[in-house]
């Protein structure tokens, strides 16, 4: 369920609701033709590229977002120095469309909640599917770990749990326990529901809340992008939940490095402490190559950065 936005990844605001290009030139479905799908690379774990968009006259942060297939976050990552509530007309807005593939096995749907995003990889067809994700705000965060889709629904009634009602009414708003299919159901047309049952990967009816911090826990989508989920996914697909800011890969015999804005929670954890997660990430991945080189001062760079794009940090020979 989902009614807040963010303006930054760690302040909730209410906002009212709000009514690709592929780089491999495959297009398996009209659906998808709204998603990034890009071929897995043989070698290496990066797909995809950085390019731009113009801002056109009246379009804010989150139109560019959505015509783009990028969350709000990773939008205002790439690009500090513009102004996301008065960007202006005619400004070239980076895209930041290259991505370091999370750690792990590429099966399933693997999402990464310090990115925002979502991996699929679509069975038997050697490529991966990835959309901009909303999660869950301070004090209702979406939990890691390893789950399956349980349930397809098309045309979901939202049952609100007693938690979120309660919550919704000490800020004033009012919702039914149960509210049917429509254009004010937060669930939006397509749910999937999660083994563990109180979660779930669902459309929404505020669109602008995609790429941020918006939920009590349940992982929001673009309409676009949960309607071809709900069609390409079985009922079992493995769903793997990770927390990863800083992910690294090779590219050839250069190494990169991907920096994103922890959330809060892991702020909190480490205290101060960040550079030995991005350096203990770092040297899993250099220890692949006996005579990898790294430059440690462009390292804590790109970390301190987070601008969300992939940099090269250091070679092998």
């Not at 799908?37 to 990066?46: D, H, Q, R, Y």
């Not at 939990?143 to 007693?162: R, S």
């Not at 939940?241 to 190494?255: F, Q, R, T």
């Amino acid at each position: 369920m989902d009614l807040k936005v963010c303006a930054r990844k760690d302040q909730t605001h209410t906002f009212p609701k709000f009514p690709k290009w592929v780089v491999t030139g495959l297009l398996f479905t009209a659906l998808q033709a709204h998603a990034s799908t890009f071929a897995l690379p043989e070698k290496g774990n990066v797909v995809g590229y950085v390019r731009t968009s113009t801002v056109l006259a009246g379009e804010s942060f989150t139109d560019v977002a959505r015509k783009n297939d990028i969350g709000f976050y990773e939008l205002l990552e790439a690009n500090p120095n513009i102004d996301p509530m008065h960007p202006r007309a005619g400004q070239t807005v980076v895209i930041p469309s290259r991505y370091i593939l999370p750690s792990g096995p590429r099966e399933g749907v693997v999402i990464n909640i310090a990115e925002l995003r979502m991996y699929h990889y679509l069975p038997g067809q050697n490529v991966v599917v990835t959309e901009p994700i909303g999660i869950g705000r301070q004090g209702w965060e979406t939990p890691t770990g390893e789950l399956t889709v349980t349930q397809k629904q098309k045309d979901p009634a939202w049952h609100a749990p007693p938690a979120v009602i309660a919550d919704l009414a000490r800020k004033g708003m009012y919702y039914p326990k149960v509210m049917p299919p429509g254009p004010d159901n937060p669930l939006g047309r397509y749910m999937l529901r999660l083994s563990n049952h109180t979660y779930l990967i669902h459309g929404t009816n505020a669109p602008q809340g995609v790429g941020r911090r918006v939920s009590a826990g349940c992982i929001r989508m673009y309409p676009e992008d949960v309607e071809r989920l709900f069609y390409s996914v079985n009922i079992g697909t493995k769903v793997r939940i990770v927390n990863e800011p800083y992910k690294v890969a090779w590219i050839g015999d250069k190494l990169y490095m991907e920096s994103h804005q922890p959330l809060k929670e892991t702020r909190n954890h480490f205290r101060g402490q960040l550079s030995n997660l991005w350096s203990d990430a770092v040297k899993r991945v250099m220890s692949q190559r006996s005579t990898a080189q790294v430059n440690w001062n462009l390292v804590n760079q790109v970390g301190h950065a987070q601008s969300g794009i992939p940099t090269a940090i250091g070679s092998s020979s």
